[in-house]
Nanobody, 125 residues
Framework: VQLQASGGGLVQAGGSLRLSCAAS????????MGWFRQAPGKEREFVAA????????YYADSVKGRFTISRDNTKNTVYLQMNSLNPEDTAVYYC???????????????????WGQGTQVTVSS
C-alpha cells in the first residue's frame, strides 16, 4: 500500500485543519490506519487511529475531543479533522498503515509498516 498525505498548513490558535491520507495499491480491510506527529526534537507520537473494517477509533489523550479520525471507503482515504488547535499541536503529521495491528500496539509507531510523507502543521499563537 502507498500513502499520500495532504492538508497541512499554517493556522492560528483555535482554528481548524483537515488532513487527508489517500491510500492506493491494496484494499484496506485488514489495516489499521493511524496518524502520528513529530515535533522538532521530540519523538514521533501517536495521535489517532481507525481500524478500517470495523471503524473503531482510538485517540491520544492530548487530542481527544478536539480531533476526529474518519475514513471514506469509496475513496480509500482517511481523514484527521483537527479543531481547537493550539501551538502544542505544531508538528509534522504522518499517516501510516498497519496490517492486522492489534489493539494493544495501535499507539506504537513500529506497528505500522507503511508511512506516508509528512505534512507540516503549524499553529501560531
Amino acid at each position: 500500500v502507498q500513502l499520500q498525505a495532504s492538508g497541512g498548513g499554517l493556522v492560528q490558535a483555535g482554528g481548524s485543519l483537515r488532513l487527508s491520507c489517500a491510500a492506493s495499491g491494496r484494499t484496506l480491510s485488514s489495516y489499521v490506519m493511524g496518524w502520528f506527529r513529530q515535533a522538532p526534537g521530540k519523538e514521533r507520537e501517536f495521535v489517532a487511529a481507525v481500524r478500517w473494517s470495523a471503524g473503531s477509533t482510538y485517540y491520544a489523550d492530548s487530542v481527544k475531543g478536539r480531533f476526529t479520525i474518519s475514513r471514506d471507503n469509496t475513496k480509500n482515504t482517511v481523514y484527521l479533522q483537527m479543531n481547537s488547535l493550539n501551538p502544542e499541536d505544531t508538528a509534522v503529521y504522518y499517516c501510516a498503515a498497519g496490517l492486522r495491528t492489534i489493539v494493544g500496539m495501535i499507539r506504537v509507531p513500529s506497528s505500522y509498516g507503511t508511512w506516508g510523507q509528512g505534512t507540516q502543521v503549524t499553529v501560531s499563537s
